[in-house]
């Protein structure tokens, strides 16, 4: 399985963007799947996950009521819809896939893409 995250970029505070993770293989359904991100100098943190039927979804209570997950299992597609963007929400963006459905823990996620860059400024 491999994941490739796209759709970052420069983007004043205030806007939107959307991110997309373009998945390999044929099982992409049978995973939860989530965002995290990295700031500079920061941990990685937990941002939005999403269970493979999309029923279930968690976000973090920084970003929730922004940013909206979702999936299309046909199109081997996930994505993260940020709105409302903010200087803080600068960092680079990663997708990645649980093999034990949605998960708010990085541990449990065990394919991860590249990573996408999103720059908010002020």
């Known amino acids: 399985v491999q994941l490739q995250a796209s759709g970052g970029g420069l983007v004043q505070a205030g806007g939107s963007l959307r991110l997309s993770c373009a998945v390999s293989?044929?099982?992409?359904?049978?995973?939860?799947a989530g965002w995290f991100r990295q700031a500079p100098g920061k941990e990685r943190d937990f941002v939005a996950a999403?269970?493979?039927?999309?029923?279930?979804?968690y976000y973090a209570a920084s970003v929730k009521g922004r940013f909206t997950i979702s999936r299309d299992n046909a199109e081997n597609a996930l994505y993260l819809q940020m709105n409302t963007l903010k200087v803080d929400d600068t960092a680079i963006y990663y997708c990645?896939?649980?093999?034990?459905?949605?998960?708010?823990?990085?541990?449990?996620?065990?394919?991860w893409g590249q990573g996408t860059l999103v720059t908010v400024s002020s």
């Open positions: 293989g044929r099982t992409f359904s049978l995973y939860g």
């Open positions: 990645a896939l649980s093999p034990y459905g949605p998960a708010r823990e990085g541990s449990a996620y065990l394919y």
């Open positions: 999403i269970s493979g039927n999309s029923i279930t979804t």
